[in-house]
């Protein structure tokens, strides 16, 4: 039995462009019918992965980068300054390309691997420390050195790697499954793109009255956006141990929750905080309540966001009774008062220890 912590956001969002396609325009997509705005699930664990800088300790996090050479070798060089450079290179490299990774160079280029690779802190510093022992004259290195630094690099998984998975086309047995999801964030309602006419004054000239520097447009479109993200605590405890799945949970809650991907966020400054989080506790599976939105909420004075919160706490509901079961936990947190977005992810992570330790 997997345990499952699904999170369900409403959030309004003003005028903005958070994430644009590859024209420029704010992604969309069609669902019940209609336009929806859409934020894809990338760019927002994007954005909780830069959060959780915030959050997390440094040691705890990784870093998705072909540049792991560099990684390991500024471990080497912080390990041992008088290290030789040319040396630390090459032992780096060396190190990688026995531990299982595909480290090339392009003409004039240093080595770097040939694609995006997770890495999380500690395995830098535990691959940088067997690094120093390599003898670069060998033919070949020894069994043990290889299954050493195999190890190494498969070990002491940084909570985001936990969290969103690794994937190593070089060596499958490099891959750590993803303990969570994120959908794409689509409104609630229909909308329809607009477009920004904008001019800008060359500052050397505004006193000549020589008109616009600079214009153009920038389209945009605002909505209330529903977000969903789940985590399987089951499996996170298997990567993270049980110790830290319940604080890690946590974490991911509230970078999920405070989290917004940065797309346009100078023009636009839509730097808001949702409207209503609703959380749940279940042992049967993770439950995506989407299906509330199928039919496009109507527009009206009294705007989106209330009208949303109800239909979904109401979809909610039919769907325990018809589908799935109630959640063992439930909690909503939204403006009109009870429990406060701290105290929420309190009590989310005492109800993760006890179901996790069998309480």
Known sequence: MSIFIDFHVLQTVPPSCVNRDDTGSPKTAVYGGT???????????????????????????????????????KEMISADPAINADECHQKAVKALELAGLTVKAKKGETEKADALFFMSFKQAKAIAELAKDI??????????????????LKAAPSVDIALFGRMAASDPTLNYDAAAQVAHAIST???????DYFTAVDDMQAD?????????????NSSTLYRYATVN?????????????????????????????????????????PDMVYVTV???????????????????????????EKILLEYAEKVYKQYAA????????????????????????KAVKSKINGV
């Open 35 to 73: 336009v929806r705005a859409r934020v894809s699930s990338q760019a927002w664990k994007h954005a909780m992965r830069e959060k959780f800088k915030e959050i997390f300790a440094e040691d705890d996090l990784g870093v998705r980068t072909k540049f792991v050479v560099e990684m390991v070798e």
């Open 135 to 152: 003898d670069l004259k060998a033919k070949s290195a020894d069994k043990e050195t290889v299954k050493a630094l195999k190890e190494a």
């Open 189 to 195: 309602h229909t909308i329809q793109n607009e477009y």
């Open 208 to 220: 000549d009255n020589a008109g616009a520097g600079h214009l153009g447009t920038v389209e945009f």
């Open 233 to 273: 605590a089951t499996e996170l405890a298997s990567t993270l141990g049980k110790e830290n799945v319940a604080e890690t949970v946590k974490k991911f809650g509230q970078a999920f929750i405070k989290s917004m991907p940065t797309g346009k966020i100078n023009t636009f400054a839509n730097n808001t905080l």
């Open 282 to 308: 279940r042992s049967d599976q993770p439950v995506n309540l989407c299906g509330a939105f199928e039919t496009p909420v109507k527009k009206s004075d009294a705007g989106y966001t209330a009208a949303s």
């Open 326 to 349: 109630k959640p063992e936990f439930a909690w909503v947190n939204d403006l009109s008062g009870g429990l406060s977005l701290p105290e929420l992810l309190d009590e989310l992570e």
